[in-house]
Structure formats: C-alpha cells, structure tokens
C-alpha cells in the first residue's frame, strides 16, 4: 500500500468512526486544555461569553489538536521503523486510563471551586495578579501530545497498520492522517464545552460536573478491566450454555469460538475445559467498533480483528482457573473458565 492510501485509509477510519470512540476515551484531556486556557475571572451571570474568550477557547483547542497531530505522526514513523516493540502494554495502558480518570476527576473539582483543585491546576490566583496564558497553551499542548498514551480502540487499529506499513513515512501518513480524521468531531466538542463552560452556573455547573465525574468513574472502571485489577465476580456460563461455542476437532485441540460485534462479545462468559491444548477462535462479521482491538491482560496481548474473518490465537494448555478478556480500550470485558 502505498503513503497516499495509508493515509486515506487512516484518515477514513478517523472521520467516519474513529472520532466518536477517541472522543469518548480522551473526553477528559480535551476539557482540561480548555479550561486550562481560560482566564480564572468569569463573565457576570447571564452574560454572553466574551469573543475574547471565544478566541481563547479556539486556539486551545487548536493547540490542543496540533500537539496531538505532531504526537501521533511521531508515533506512527516510530511503530513504522521499530514495529510493535514501542506499543505500550495493556497494563501500562490501564495505569494510563487510571491517570486519565484522575484527571477528568480533577477538572470537575476544579469547575466545582474546590480550592485544592484548583491550586494544582494553577487556577487559583491572587486576585488582581495577572493573568498567565503562556501556562494555559503549555498545558493544551501537553494534554493534546498525552492522547497518544490514552488510545481508543480504532487507534489501536491505525497503530497496528503503521506496524505493518515497515516504514517511517507510511507509519506517520497513517497515523497524521487518523489525526486529521478526528479533528473536526473534536474541535465540535471543543467548542461545545467551552460554550458549555461559559454559560453554565450554580447548578448547572454542578450537573456538568456530575457528568464529568460519572465519566472518570467509567474511565476508571475501563483501565482497571484493561489492567485486570477487578475482583472476580460471579457469572461463570455453565458448561451446556458453552457447548455450541466450544467444540474438539479430530487432532483433540479445544476451540473456544468468541464473536466480537460492536457491541461486545458473544458469549462474554464461556467456559472449557482445562488441562487440554486449546485454541481461541475469534470471529467477525462486519464489525467497525471497539471490539475488534481485543486484549488478554494476564498475557500481555493485543491482537486487532479483521472487519471479516477467522483469527486464531493458540492459549496452548490453560490450567483451572478464568482467563479474562477485553476490548483494548477497557469497555466491553469476557472470561473464559477453564475446569
């Protein structure tokens, strides 16, 4: 394939998919870039914001957008040379989605006025001090090139072909390509929270900080799944409810046969036997979302799905216990029990 058609490729997949679930996962680091960039004053209630203000919140998020651009084309002329060998693990990833649920945690306290909050963020000033602005661009800039670190599921897809483009310039016309994909769904958000942001008081404020705060705990929630730091719960598949998804063919191998759909996987629970070679049959049938990026944890593992198709992965003799998957962004787990 060559540069022109990775780079429509990654930037296809950013514009008709990629910005919504990216949106989803790096919500929070696009708000802090905003809110970051503002002066601490605000308008007077009932006032309009300022086009000051506007033009503040645009270049923040342009800021913001080219910083993630730049870190992505560097990232993608990286896996293009160095292959998968600089791809972060699926527990490093989860500390990162940790990281990023503390932060939107963060800039929710700091919409609140809570003080702490606001001291880390450098917002609390003496009154009448000047204001700072050069801090707000460092800090868009900063949180625009940390979004390589917080990847969504179709990143992971545009990663995976930068992989396997083996060259610098193809890796990085996939992945600026992506980039510039998803810019015009993030740059409607931008917006939209800033607008958001200069309007809202009293309990309106309090409500978008609920959200924010219900989409820390979301975030949290994905990184530990990622990281496979949740406690085992119930809700093991009996072994009649798995039979038609687990079979032996004639050399004795096991298959365990898990459809990944948009929305999650079938079965989510499944369980095998242990103690027999076994083989995960993964299948696709024109599936676009987050699933196709699937992860094992506690084997350290990635392996992005064809829209169609078969993908095998080899588990070799799996002893008693749960073996957990996930989608690579944290949001749609599975376990397979093997007795």
């Known amino acids: ?4 058609a990775l780079f429509l490729t990654g930037a296809g997949t950013g514009l008709l998919a990629g910005g919504t679930t990216c949106a989803a996962v790096q919500l929070g ?24 203000r506007a033009g503040t919140d645009a270049r923040a998020i342009a800021t913001f957008l080219s910083a993630k651009l730049v870190a992505h084309t560097l990232l993608g002329a990286s896996l293009g040379v160095a292959g998968g060998a600089v791809q972060p693990s699926p527990r490093v990833r989860g500390v990162l989605l940790a990281a990023a649920a503390l932060s939107l945690a963060l800039f929710a306290l700091d919409l609140l006025g809570f003080r702490p909050a606001r001291r880390l963020l450098r917002r609390d000033r003496p009154r009448g001090a000047p204001e700072a602005t ?14 390589v670190v917080v990847p969504c599921g179709l ?9 396997t483009s083996r060259s610098a310039v193809g890796g990085a016309a996939v992945m600026g390509g992506f980039v510039l994909g998803t810019a015009p769904l993030f740059g409607a958000v931008g917006v939209t929270v800033g607008r958001v942001l200069a309007v809202v008081r009293g309990r ?14 979301w975030t949290l929630l994905s990184g530990l799944r990622l990281g496979g730091w949740l406690p085992e719960r119930g809700g093991t598949a009996t072994a009649a ?53 699937f992860t094992i ?10 829209e169609h198709g078969e993908t095998r992965i080899d588990l070799g003799v799996p002893g008693a216990g749960r073996m957990r998957f996930v989608c690579a962004s944290g949001h749609y787990p599975g376990a397979i029990t093997f007795r």
């Not at 394939?1 to 022109?4: A, H, I, P, R």
């Not at 809110?35 to 914001?49: D, F, N, Q, V």
């Not at 096991?254 to 989510?268: C, E, H, I, N």
């Open 297 to 306: 944890p506690q084997r350290g593992e990635d392996v992005i799905l064809p």
């Open 29 to 52: 680091l696009l708000t802090g870039a905003v809110t970051g960039a503002r002066p601490t004053g605000s308008p007077p209630p009932g006032c309009a914001a300022s086009p000051t």
């Open 204 to 217: 309106a404020a309090v409500l978008l900080a609920a959200g924010l705060l219900a989409a820390a705990g």
């Open 155 to 163: 990143t992971l897809s545009a990663e995976l072909l930068a992989v």
């Open 1 to 4: 394939m060559d540069v022109t």
């Open 241 to 293: 409810g798995s039979a038609r998804f687990v079979r032996t063919d004639t050399s004795g191998t096991q298959l365990v046969t898990v459809w990944a759909l948009d929305q999650g996987y079938r079965p989510s629970r499944v369980t095998a036997r242990a103690g027999v070679h076994t083989v995960l049959v993964l299948r696709t049938d024109g599936t676009r979302g987050h699933t196709r990026a």
């Open 134 to 147: 050069h801090g707000g661009w460092r800090r868009a800039a900063g949180l625009g090139a940390a979004t």
